[in-house]
């Protein structure tokens, strides 16, 4: 394989990661406003960018192998870009190689850090969901299953407690 499909492989894993990115946002907002009906649409969306994010991914890594191959190095368990930086021969090469992987790792930890957003808000929610359950939800102490009167807080009589 050329320099020129991992480039294409580096490119268009960008594109979905930008893609995947985009989606991020979208989440964010629906996490925000509660719009849950969105929010399974982006995940159903997000889970098809994932996979053809892996497809991609198996592509990059057959390219770069196939590449060092053709170099004469032994295949590696995890062939990277990086691998290849090391091995190529040409400045202009090693140039567009160093610049499509950076832009993929600048969009990567982009994408890194919406998504800790969207799990911090995510865990707020919950959060707010199990207090406001707490606060509905009546204490034990609380509950008489006599039938005939309902325990509050107060094991004091009042005024009212007492027959007229």
């Not at 091995?87 to 790792?105: D, F, I, M, V």
């Not at 509950?143 to 009042?158: A, C, H, Q, R």
């Amino acid at each position: 394989m050329s320099i020129e499909n991992i480039l294409h492989s580096l490119t268009n894993l960008n594109m979905l990661h930008k893609s995947l990115l985009d989606i991020a946002y979208k989440k964010t907002e629906a996490i925000k406003t509660g719009d849950m009906d969105s929010l399974n649409k982006l995940l159903k969306d997000e889970q098809a960018h994932v996979a053809g994010i892996s497809q991609l991914e198996q592509q990059r890594q057959l390219g770069v192998t196939d590449y060092l191959r053709a170099k004469g190095i032994a295949p590696i368990d995890n062939p990277t870009v990086a691998h290849v930086l090391e091995n190529t021969n040409t400045e202009k090469e090693k140039e567009q190689l160093s610049a499509a992987r950076n832009q993929l790792l600048l969009t990567l930890g982009t994408l890194k850090d919406q998504n800790d957003l969207n799990q911090k808000l995510t865990f707020q929610s919950l959060q707010f969901v199990n207090m406001t359950l707490d606060m509905l939800r009546p204490k034990p102490d609380q509950i008489n299953y006599s039938k005939n009167e309902v325990k509050g807080p107060s094991k004091d009589k009042s005024y009212f407690d007492s027959q007229a």
